[in-house]
Nanobody, 126 residues
Framework: QVQLVESGGGLVQAGGSLRLSCAAS????????MGWFRQAPGKEREFVAV???????TYFADSVKGRFTISRDNAKNVYLQMNSLKPEDTAVYLC????????????????????WGQGTQVTVSS
């Protein structure tokens, strides 16, 4: 059973930075595609970023491209570095794992991810 635990959220002023972490346990983590999603109050859960199991391929939503980066290490951790934060980035951020990613690729739709963390709140004040 795969478990994902996010940390690193908090309150930050616009223009600031935060680094989110996702610690995974169980499963064959090294073969999973790992994604970050976010959900703001009253809105649908939306894709933010993904990193392929190899770690060499990443992809970002247009809204965060150039501001966020995603990385992973061999110790079952995935990170989301968020810079130049904006009030519209305020949301609960969730880590997710895809156990069947395409070879060398990734998926961006939430239905592809079988495992989810509980989320960590990010609030950006103006």
């Amino acid at each position: 059973q795969v478990q994902l635990v996010e940390s690193g959220g908090g309150l930050v002023q616009a223009g600031g930075s935060l680094r989110l972490s996702c610690a995974a346990s169980g499963g064959t983590f090294q073969r999973y595609g790992m994604g970050w999603f976010r959900q703001a109050p009253g809105k649908e859960r939306e894709f933010v970023a993904v990193i392929a199991w190899s770690g060499g391929t990443t992809y970002f939503a247009d809204s965060v491209k150039g501001r966020f980066t995603i990385s992973r290490d061999n110790a079952k951790n995935v990170y989301l570095q968020m810079n130049s934060l904006k009030p519209e980035d305020t949301a609960v951020y969730l880590c997710a794992a895809d156990s069947d990613p395409p070879p060398g690729g990734f998926k961006t739709f939430r239905g592809a991810y079988e495992y989810w963390g509980q989320g960590t709140q990010v609030t950006v004040s103006s």
